[in-house]
């Protein structure tokens, strides 16, 4: 195992290494709660949905360990999970099957671009404020979904004169997700980790004399559990699934575009979290950023990058949406986790969690809800890197963030910064900056919202 891992050259111990990836699981742990939630909402099984969580996760998080050897976990994202649900099948009128097959179809780009030279043509090509904008304004859409699934957000009147409101606190899922926060809240300040997890569980027990949680019959794994898992893996060849996601030919510039959302979305969140933490950690060096480059696999970076880009497929093919590396892992590199131990760790915990279905599945909205608000906090941090002063920066920026939170799509946002980044490109007479890529998906977006005006 040393020699396999290479511990010695990476000057780590197996103890440390265990440690570190029982850190990570702990800290990313509430996806397990989160994503069955969430994607329930779509009307997929809970309870498939659970199992291939899981299964995502600790497959992701192996080929990570096993391949590229190096401390990240991979499972399904958080923003990428809200696209699946709330933009695509919610907003979009597209049922789960069709989805998965969108996210199975992101995961095979993924690939491609991870192995050849797009790669490097498409991360150059968003410019670095459009991409702390898409970034912030992800997490601020999904706090959003926390407090609106907490209760907090009221809605009063009829369209055009609907108005939003705070809802009172005389509801016991709202006290009980408000205490959740509260508890949530101090064990980050606190530095406490696994305080999401933690917060979770402590906000499910006290639910209990609340009437808020119910204790299930069995806490184990049912055979409702293994027909859900049925039910949603492997479930989008055929029709629905990839034998209608084309059929309609008004949503055709929609799918296009959402598949391209997914894929940038996800490019972008691994390669940050890989130089983010790598570079100061020294798993990744100068010559893994470079190899971001060219082609092939010639560094523990470019096998990081496949390992994500699998995972996508994989979790499609299970019945999940877009996997992705976790930011979560750098709790695990941070108490030392520097090799592919400390995955291999993380991925046989997401395992152990399969046979208790019934516990899991106890834990009310009012628990998770905090967490996603948490994570909305901890996402909206890109915001702070944005040149504000700069008006032409600023437009497209602010437009995205607006657009994605009050519009309640992420497609939307994105669209709707790319269309003004290129406005304000034109206006001051910089179109040449403008690379093809952000041109081409601007004349989708725009093809798009042309489309759903004349249908």
């Not at 019945?319 to 986790?337: K, M, Q, W």
């Not at 967490?371 to 901890?378: D, N, P, R, Y």
């Not at 996402?379 to 994605?404: H, L, R, Y």
Request: aromatic content about 10%.
């Amino acid at each position: 195992m040393k020699d396999f891992f290479c511990l010695k050259e990476k000057n780590t111990s197996v103890r440390t290494e265990i440690f570190a990836g029982l850190t990570t699981f702990f800290t990313m742990a509430y996806i397990i709660f989160v994503n069955p939630n969430m994607l329930a909402e779509t009307g997929m099984s809970w309870d498939g949905v659970f199992v291939a969580t899981c299964l995502a996760a600790a497959v992701g998080t192996l080929i990570m360990a096993l391949f590229a050897n190096v401390p990240y976990a991979v499972a399904p994202g958080m923003g990428l999970n809200a696209l699946f649900t709330y933009t695509v099948c919610l907003a979009g009128g597209f049922v789960w099957q069709e989805a998965l097959a969108m996210v199975f179809i992101c995961g095979l780009i993924n690939i491609v671009i991870t192995v050849t030279k797009l790669r490097k043509s498409i991360v150059k090509s968003i410019p670095e404020g459009l991409q702390n904008a898409i970034g912030g304004a992800i997490g601020l859409f999904i706090a959003y979904l926390g407090l609106n699934n907490a209760g907090l957000i009221s809605f009063t009147g009829a369209y055009p004169s609907v108005t939003p409101g705070m809802q009172p606190f005389n509801a016991p899922h709202l006290v009980l997700a408000v205490i959740g926060l509260l508890i949530i809240v101090i064990l980050m300040t606190l530095n406490i980790k696994g305080a999401i997890l933690i917060g979770i569980v402590a906000t499910t027990i006290i639910g209990i004399p609340f009437g808020v949680t119910v204790i299930p019959e069995s806490i184990f794994s049912s055979s409702h559990t293994v027909q859900g898992f049925r039910d949603v893996a492997f479930s989008f060849f055929g029709s629905p699934g990839f034998g209608s996601l084309f059929s309609d030919p008004s949503k055709i510039a929609f799918v296009i575009v959402t598949i391209f959302s997914m894929s940038l979305s996800d490019t972008f969140d691994s390669i940050g979290t890989f130089i983010g933490t790598g570079r100061k950690s020294g798993i990744f060096d100068a010559e893994d950023e470079k190899a971001l480059e060219g082609s092939g696999f010639k560094s523990r970076l470019d096998k990081a990058l496949v390992a994500d880009s699998f995972a996508t497929s994989i979790g499609a093919l299970l019945g999940t949406s877009n996997a992705t590396t976790y930011v979560e892992s750098s709790a695990g590199i941070a108490a030392g986790g520097r090799t592919g131990l400390t995955s291999l760790t993380t991925a046989i915990m997401f395992l152990i969690c399969l046979p208790f279905a019934g516990l899991i599945g106890m834990v009310p909205s009012a628990a998770t809800s905090p967490a996603l608000i948490v994570v909305g906090i901890l996402m909206v941090e890109p915001f702070g890197k944005i040149n504000w002063k700069d008006f032409s920066e600023a437009v497209p920026a602010f437009f995205t963030v607006a657009i994605m939170s009050f519009t309640y799509g992420i497609t939307n946002g994105i669209a709707a910064g790319f269309i003004m980044y290129c406005i304000t490109k034109i206006c001051t007479k910089k179109a040449r900056e403008i690379h093809p890529i952000i041109a081409g998906a601007t004349i989708l977006f725009i093809i798009d919202f042309i489309l759903k005006a004349t249908a």
